[in-house]
């Protein structure tokens, strides 16, 4: 059999690293314990930091889905109008959630490919000032931009509409200040930038987001966000409602020291080198990006009209050179294929990424320069080191 390593270049699920592994290994103490709860107290420390929140965070046993879920059952109530800026294919989720749990969905139309535009957004909700809350997204993995948060908080933050963002591949990759940007809601996902596999969310809520808890009509048992921060916050210790992914929440605890030891800038500019190096590759090697401004750090989606196709790339990168990389979702599917740089991913995991894209494009018959991308990645990679 041929050894092929294998190496995940995907948005997520990621990578997870080997020393966060190991603590899945260990056995873990009860989940009632006071051993497991200081573990638990200290990992929504640290999720607090990574989030830019001075206030309590809950964890939930769920994908990042589940927590998307549990802001609109528990935030909202049927017949309430909210927007949502559908960018792609992750914020027409929470367009989809909230139709089913009965809300009044209007939407803020963007082309897939672009970021929402700050002045279309301000016109929308000029034309219309009683939305209940105002959803979005900070990184659409589907498309592979980055909202403008910050300019976003700026225009619901004076109004009576909630912000809940969908941070659950942006978090621990890009810079994120929930306080100081007027975000109500966060959802954070455990299997992306966090390092960790895929089974925790966790929601953290401003105080204009936690007054609206006693008030949802919506039916909630398990995905409570009032249960769950009652949990949190009735002792010394925190707790949860029901039974927490005990052995997640310790590797999770592991994984965001690990990035606290990095450090929150460190991070940050780690992912704006890669995806950076990742791009000026892809242009390099005569492919187009599928988003023209607004690039997510997080992930590349490449365009593939009048290009190789983007099935075939994403196989022959699996089959044959042991790299995960991802196609399109929605009605981007076989239309473009998307390179993650984001988690347990380095200088070198481009290089090898974007070097295996060359063979394989060139096996493919599209017209490549063997070395262009990998120059192309390298050059981008030392100007950003310095």
Known sequence: MRFVKR????????????????????????????????????????????????????????????????????????GEEVLVTVCGNFSQRWAEIAEAYGLVVHRLEVEWGKPVDLKELAAKLRRHDHYAGVFTVLSETSTG?????????????????????????GIGALPFKMDEWEVDAVVVGSQKGL??????????????ARERLGQAKNPVFYLSLARAF????ADELPDTPWTPPVSLLLQL??????????????????????????????????????ATKGFSNVVT???????????????????????????????????????????HVDDLDVIACIGALEMVLKKLGWPVTPGAGVAAAEAAILAARG
Do not use: Y
């Open 253 to 290: 605890r592991a994984s965001l020291a690990a990035l606290e030891a990095e450090g929150l800038e460190a991070v940050w500019a780690r992912h704006a080198r890669l995806g950076g190096a990742t791009r000026a590759a892809v242009r390099a090697l005569g492919l187009k990006l599928l």
């Open 7 to 78: 190496r995940i270049m995907s948005p997520g699920p990621v990578e997870i690293p080997p020393e966060t592994l190991a603590v899945a290994a260990q056995p873990g103490p009860h989940h009632r314990t006071k051993e497991f709860r200081t573990a638990l107290k200290d990992a929504l420390a640290s999720l607090r930091f990574v989030t830019g929140t001075r206030h309590p965070m809950v964890p939930l046993a769920a994908s990042g889905t589940g927590g998307m879920e549990a802001c609109v059952t528990s935030l909202f109530s049927p």
């Open 145 to 169: 931009i980055e909202n403008d948060i910050q300019g976003i908080g700026k225009l619901v933050g004076p109004t009576p509409s909630l912000l809940v963002v969908d941070g659950i591949s």
């Open 195 to 208: 390092m960790v596999p895929p089974g925790v969310a966790a929601v953290g809520l401003s105080p204009k």
């Open 230 to 233: 009652k949990a949190v916050e």
């Open 301 to 343: 989606a490449v365009d593939c009209e009048g290009g190789p196709d983007a099935g075939k790339v994403v196989k022959a990168l699996r089959d044959d050179w042991g790299i995960s990389i991802i196609g399109g979702q929605g009605k981007l599917k076989g239309k473009i294929f998307r390179i993650g740089h984001v988690g």
